[in-house]
């Protein structure tokens, strides 16, 4: 494995150095030689699969940067319009060649000749995607792709007055740290209202995308959205009945975790009812965590709390920030959320977050982090293809990232009490997002099932879910009418449907890591750095058995795991 940061960006072979993607016609030429060219031998065939590769990695460069700066400024008509012309003008063009080419992979003689175990997880995609292919779902894709920005473009342009002063929602809610209830519960009914004031036009874009995504779904034969995602999902190694266990696992092993965590809250800040914006306060005369004042020492902090894990993840770090790789802190027009977007070409992925001096930031940036090193060991794979990894791995990078850094987080907090606090707030957390993710798993679920359902049956639908996984210590009588929109706040149901519940099953997978950093650092760093090399070039189980772990989301596992969490939480709180 190379754990080098001086990355190179790839070079060309087969298409110019400096092509430049304007149009279609700039790149048609290059799809119909790869279509048109005999292939006469396993070693020709082998050439044509890298000069694809090349071809796949300077198209998704392309859109890839299209988009990262149109979230940058979503208030830029030009870069909205540069992406959705992408979508719409270029994209419908590349997809019937690109089912032409796996056809005509999968019909090649001397595919059999091919080392099996290299390239048996490239292949089975191939298979499932020519499978999936319908020519009547390529303007679907495209309607879909543009609806699903409209979101960012919707959110990205809401804030709230606090004191005279405008911030972005993002920032709005560190506010929720303060010993001032009353200032925290008119920020938490401010933001609600906020959100609540563009519901109809969330809810009316959210009806559109469900509706063109069951139509995809129908056309390629299947009987509803979610069995045709979890397909294209390559969700090969588990099945729907899985993640409906995983909801009661859940409900059974993490709820009455969330329970105490909640009882004990309440009583820390003295009070006879628990809301939802006493959440992230602390009692009286306790200062609220301030683990840093700007982005760029959110970054300076990152990379010294990295390099002190392992040199070779601050060095990542450095790389993506000489070549300004990173947009760490909110502002007015930045599309909300965060994301780290891998550059298959370029290998240092981009970075982009809405900082607000909280600590959610630090995990959010050491959580991106760990997508950056994935991006980085996974960029010398011979095809691009081998570095499309599965998620449910992905999010292991990430959320090991959280829990392994924590014995660093000194470079944040140079008070030991503040120190202790930010921990027990990663653990409470590593517990209590659990619930939510079922949430809004099981609501997909639902929501794809019945496609034709009415805005009331959807309302209704979120709110028996919401109950069943809710604790029974917050009290959020009276804010029902914000509780019944909660769902639009989850950026991932408008623009990445059914990519959720990952979260989880790769949440046992980082505590499964941090069990083994535990016992011996060198080694579950050593795991973590293996399985994260291999890309996406072993099937799921493989990848977890790379990093020293199991690929087990069963009730007996998460109770086992979720026990480990308890006993460590109850350490830090000694």
Known sequence: ??????????????????????????????????????INSKEELEQWFKDISEMEAAVSEDICWRQIRMTCDTTNKELEESFNFFVLEIQPHIQPYAFELNKKLVNSPYINELDKEKYFTYLRSIKKSIELFREENIPIESEIAVLQQKYGMITGQ??????????????????????????????????????????????????????????????????????FKFKQLGRFDYTK?????????????????????????????????????????????????????????????????????????????????????????????????????????????????????????????????????????????????????????????????????????????????????????????????????????????????????????RSKSWMEIFKEFSDGVIDYSGLEKYVENGWQKQLHLYEVPFYYIEYGIAQLGAIGLWMQYKNNPEKALDNYVNALSLGGTKTLPELYKAAGLKFDFSPENIKSLMEFVKDELEKVEE
């Not at 990355?7 to 790869?34: A, C, G, N, S, V």
């Not at 709230?160 to 993002?170: A, R």
């Not at 929720?176 to 004031?197: G, T």
């Not at 709820?255 to 105490?260: C, D």
Request: proline share 5%; with cysteine.
């Open 158 to 227: 809401m804030a709230v007055d606090v004191n005279g002063k405008t911030y972005t929602l993002q920032h709005a809610s560190k506010f929720f740290e303060s010993h001032d209830r009353q200032l925290r519960e008119e920020v938490y009914k401010k933001i609600a209202e906020r959100r609540y004031q563009d519901k109809d036009q969330l809810n009316d874009l959210f009806s559109q995308l469900v509706n063109k995504r069951n139509q995809e779904a129908l056309n390629a034969g299947f009987e509803n959205y979610r069995d």
């Open 241 to 457: 009945e899985d993640t409906f266990r995983f909801h009661e696992s859940v409900k059974l092993h993490v709820i009455p975790l969330v329970n105490k965590i909640h009882v004990r809250k309440k009583e820390k800040l003295k009070l006879d009812h628990l809301r939802p914006w006493d959440l992230e306060a602390e009692p009286e005369g306790t200062k609220p965590l301030t683990p840093f004042e700007t982005g760029k020492e959110l970054l300076d902090k990152t990379i010294e709390c990295f390099t002190k894990l392992r040199p070779f993840f601050g060095d990542c770090l450095r790389k993506m920030n000489e070549m300004k790789h990173l947009d760490l802190e909110s502002r007015s027009g930045k599309a909300p959320g965060g994301y780290s977007m891998p550059l298959v070409e370029t290998g240092a992925p981009f970075i982009f977050m809405n900082a607000a001096q909280s600590m959610h930031d630090v995990t959010t940036m050491v959580h991106e982090g760990g997508h950056a090193i994935q991006s980085f060991l996974s960029h010398s794979l011979e095809l691009s293809s081998f570095k499309d990894y599965p998620m449910e791995i992905a999010e292991v990078a990430s959320m090991a990232m959280e829990l392994f850094t924590m014995d660093h987080w000194d470079v944040f907090f140079d008070n030991k009490e503040d120190l202790k606090r930010a921990k027990e707030h990663q653990l409470e957390r590593v517990i209590t997002l659990f619930p939510w993710i079922a949430m809004i798993d099981k609501f997909q679920h639902w929501i794809y099932e019945n496609p034709n359902h009415t805005l009331e049956e």
């Open 1 to 38: 494995m190379n754990e080098s940061a001086d990355i190179q960006k790839l070079e060309r072979h087969y298409i110019p150095q400096d092509l430049t993607i304007t149009d279609w016609k700039t790149i048609e030429p290059y799809f119909k030689e790869l279509l048109e060219r005999p």
